[in-house]
């Protein structure tokens, strides 16, 4: 993944916000929702269970 940043500044010329692309954007949330399912799955092995279908059903509906 090639980060191509537009920076936004303040008439100060300091840099205040960055701009992705969409696709980039996508990548990034992406990864980061993923890291963090795994982190909650990593943190509660040792509880009960969920099938692969109860899991995927419950990550969808944390998108929504």
């Known amino acids: 993944m090639e980060l191509k940043p537009n920076y936004i500044i303040d008439n100060k010329n300091h840099k205040i ?10 990548k990034i949330t992406d990864t ?3 890291y963090a399912l795994y982190k909650l799955m990593e ?14 059903k419950y990550y969808q509906s944390l998108k929504h």
């Open 17 to 26: 916000a960055v701009q992705l692309d969409i696709k980039t954007y996508k």
């Open 32 to 34: 980061l929702e993923n």
């Open 43 to 56: 943190e509660n092995k040792d509880n009960d269970k969920l099938s692969l279908e109860d899991a995927k």
